[in-house]
């Protein structure tokens, strides 16, 4: 998706949640943790996460229409209500035509006109379903494909516009992998049942589709098996998750010549200008898709190819069409996400107004629901956890005076975005329409799509953001060496500003400090102070960092979920040592503060406890078991208990705090525990 905002290199805290929901009774308490969740019965060191959360997962029952339900989604679910007040107050003040109310409000009044949408049926498919039909060779189909991308539909080919690895002060266009309808190349091949049951999701979700468009069912099931074989032999070229995580490996920037060269069947320039994109270089990412894409174009009938096209084309749409379509979506998705029932329809608009005209939105959300003192305190917080970090890199055993000195400049050059943009960014060229849902919706793809292009060869604007306000998340982007916190996760239980330190520290702290550890991570440790790929490690040290790593690859390889899946240490390789790093800062920051020299105890707890305690609580969450399992491939973050107990079991303090000993479950030899940053 175009408007995903994430640009793609960028690390995120958690992977996106889509659509949360319905809060039960969970209220912030006077004690800011949660003691009647802990499960005391539970030793701490045997399982941490579950002393802590045990009587919680015991007893909260994850909402039908979510996929998994903890801190993450109910403080979304208080946003998506918040949002959703601010939305009906904007659709109900006629605002002027153009004016920022006049636009979040009637995008999501046309969302919510279910009358109209409901009449239309397929009908707003109709035109571009014609266009395919009038396809004759694989020129005009990538013609088309051309044209379709122009609007913002990517259909065959993925790109983005960011910055360039190798000059950080320029943004590249970089074609990427496409043309898979399951998460990642192995759901292809794979004959473990619940794959299996992936595929014949996949194969019904197209059928239906193509029904609910008019074709004959037996029509419709044959080109489920066409796109089926053709996505097939598409996912050969494609790289796994774990190779997309190698920076180098996907940074192949060349002349637009050689690509033409190396996939000749593909006509670049047709293409390009269809798209409307003007340049002469590119980046790659993978071009063994292109190549492969290239020679498949021919080698495959032209009719399968229509066929294909046509069901990406209505699958991408079909949310914005009648309930029959989306339920046939829902259908399919629920495979992965587990989820019972569909999540209301003025919670998707929330969502898909969120989404798309965010820094609309997000502008009459910081007016109501965040202040300055919120922020005031978490530059306090980051100042004092940047200078926790220092303290740790000059005292590291394992690193020289050389490296070390690189290291501090690339931490004293973090720029840090707290709550929201500066500068907001312009939508003058969206224009909504109140009576006409389907027609708005292309609007808002049109100007993410024109916005992207505008950026190809250009200075990148380092003001600019990747998530939208209300969002509950944060992130790292290696390119602008950026730490950015949106307002929406600087609320309790990450945050409160009369929470004590304690509590901030282990919640919020630690988000902080695994989002500066991705600046150190196995990626990014790749990119200097300025946001370019060059290796800025003596080589011995770089060779030690490897080691270490490989270390907490084996330990995260031997976790288990469900029926013993593992753990994809490679996988989850940077964000585990973003986990382990951020703990260990946050609490070096927390012991600068009064309390953290303090031991006076709070509902029994000493502070260093209360900090673990703040710390394993904002992980808490319940996840349906199809979610776990598409998780464990395409996630690169670890499963929650794994985000607490893992790090824990790795640091000392965490030791002493709770009298962990030999013998306990999660107990490390001393030597053996990683200690990295
Ligand atoms: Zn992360």
Known sequence: ????????????????????????SETAQKSYFDVSGMDTSVKPGDNFYEYVNGTWLKNSK??????????????????????????????????????????????YASGMDTLTIEKLGAEPLKPALAKIDAVTDHNSLMKLVGKFAASGEDYLIGYYVGADDKNSAMNILTMYQSGLTLPEKEYYTRTDSATEA?????????????????EEKTIAEKNAGIILALETEMAKSHRSPVE????QLNYNKMPVAELQKRSPNINWKELFGAIGISTDSVNVGQPAYYESLSKLLVSQPISAWKTKL?????????????????????????????????????????SRVDGGLGELLGQLYVKKYFNDTAKQRMDELVNNLQKAFAARIQQLDWMSPETKEKAMTKLNSFMKKIGYPNKWKNFDDVSIDRTNFFANALSVRMHHQKEELAKINKPVDRTEWGMSPPT???????????IVFPAGILQFPFFDANADDAINYGAIGMVIG??????????????????????????????????????LVDLYSSYTILDNLHVKGDLTLGENIADVGGLAIAYDAFKMTKQGQDTTKIDGFTPDQRFFLGYAQVWRMKSRDENLRSRITTDPHSPEMYRVNGPASNFDPFYIAFGVKEGDKMYIAPDKRAKIW
């Not at 992936?198 to 019904?204: F, G, T, V, Y």
């Open 198 to 214: 992936s595929r014949l999701a996949m194969k019904k979700h197209i059928t239906d589709l193509f029904v609910l468009c008019g």
């Open 62 to 107: 994850i909402p039908d229409d979510q996929s998994a339900w903890g801190s993450f989604y109910t403080l979304y679910q208080e946003n998506l209500n918040k949002l959703k007040g601010l939305l009906e107050e904007a659709a109900a003040s006629k605002s002027e035509k153009g004016s920022l109310e006049q636009k979040v409000g009637d995008y």
């Open 310 to 350: 046509k069901y990406d084309y209505i699958s991408t749409n079909a949310n914005l069409l009648s309930k029959a379509f989306i339920t046939a979506n829902f259908e399919f998705d629920r495979v992965f996400s587990g989820q019972k029932k569909q999540s209301s329809r003025w919670k998707k608009m929330v």
């Open 244 to 247: 997309l995580r190698n920076p």
């Open 514 to 551: 695994h989002e500066m550890t991705h600046g150190f991570d196995d990626q990014g440790s790749q990119y200097d102070h300025q946001g370019n790929m060059v290796n800025w490690w003596t080589k011995e040290d770089g060779e030690k960092f490897k080691t270490k790593t490989t270390g």
């Open 1 to 24: 998706m175009k408007y995903s905002l994430l640009p793609f290199a960028a690390f995120a805290l958690v992977m996106s949640q889509s659509c949360k929901n319905k809060s039960d």
């Open 472 to 482: 509950v998340n944060a992130y790292y982007n290696p390119s602008n060496n950026e």
